[in-house]
């Protein structure tokens, strides 16, 4: 049910006079190669200190069946039912600029409601910008920078972004259909996507979290560290490389993706992507999932 005022969400006290925020959005839901987007979020949430603001209403947004909230037993008592809706929280950078933080799952029901909602709150909450995220499994080594691309219902922001651009027809997450609310309201809006070598898609890779939150603060002029993913994403490398370099086939199948990534940047021959022969994401990925097992249980 709606909150006591009728609206489709609460406010934790009320909702403050900001300078300019600028508000970043990762809802969980849709396609997220290695959970890149997620723990970029969740990277930033710590990094700014991050407090609830706004909770948006279950029985409004959310399937119970699909998505059944959690009930935390304890010796028998049933304290409490957790319900896992989206979210904003604000925080403030490492320079003191204000940020707001949409995240959680994404809504099961009611999709442009909700989007015009937030829209809403941006603009009374003085929003000046929207940046989503996003990664999705490419055909790239692990051994080149992350490559990102970006989407924009506003032609001027696309042709002033410098990242790879597509032309296709694909299944919508509501981050999407959140871009279009908030340039229905005059918010400029756009959505980063890091391209996750696809051979590690189904395991954490924090090179493309610090990608993607470097990216967020280039647009936006926000400031927040990513030495602590960097550290992480050095050590992630090293076995990496050793995993390969133990394995012929590996080698040859990584050579293949540095040189068609090297092509597609102009940095050597005519070699297209389409071209490389790749294993699967089943094949490579179990592989190496079990080989960071081995390393794991040797430490």
């Given at each position: 049910m709606n909150n006591a005022n009728g609206l489709p969400f609460s406010v934790n006290g009320?909702?403050?006079?900001?300078?300019?925020?600028?508000?970043v959005a990762m809802l969980t839901g849709w396609i997220d190669a290695s959970g890149a987007a997620a723990a970029a979020m969740e990277h930033v949430v710590k990094e700014t200190d991050a407090n609830m603001l706004v909770e948006f209403d279950s029985d409004t947004f959310m399937d119970y069946r699909a998505r059944r909230p959690i009930m935390e037993l304890r010796n028998g008592v049933n304290s409490q039912i957790v319900w896992s809706v989206p979210h904003i929280k604000v925080g403030k950078d490492t320079s003191g600029n204000d940020v707001l933080l949409l995240s959680g799952p994404e809504p099961d029901t009611q999709w442009q409601f909700f989007c015009r909602t937030v829209a809403a709150l941006a603009k009374e909450m003085g929003v000046t910008k929207m940046i989503g995220m996003g990664a999705y499994p490419f055909g790239a080594p692990h051994t080149r920078p992350v490559g990102l691309t970006s989407t924009s219902p506003d032609a001027h922001i696309a042709e002033r972004l410098s990242f790879t651009k597509s032309t296709m027809d694909v299944p919508a997450g509501?981050?999407?259909?959140?871009?279009?609310?908030?340039?229905?309201?005059?918010?400029?809006?756009?959505a980063i996507w890091a391209q996750v070598p696809h051979y590690v898609s189904t395991m954490a890779y924090p090179l493309a979290s610090a990608a993607l939150i470097d990216m967020v603060c280039l647009e936006s002029g926000l400031s927040i560290d990513t030495s602590s993913l960097r550290r992480e994403s050095g050590?992630?490398?090293?076995?990496?490389?050793?995993?390969?370099?133990?394995?012929?086939?590996?080698q040859e199948m990584l050579g293949k993706l540095e040189e068609a990534y090297d092509s597609l940047h102009g940095e050597m021959g005519s070699t297209s992507p389409d071209d490389v022969p790749i294993p699967t994401v089943d094949e490579l990925a179990a592989e190496v999932e079990q080989f960071l097992r081995d390393q794991q249980s040797g430490d």
């Open positions: 009320e909702l403050p006079k900001l300078q300019s925020p600028v508000l509501v981050e999407a259909v959140l871009e279009h609310a908030m340039h229905n309201v005059g918010i400029p809006a756009m050590v992630q490398r090293e076995r990496l490389d050793q995993l390969v370099n133990n394995n012929p086939e590996h």
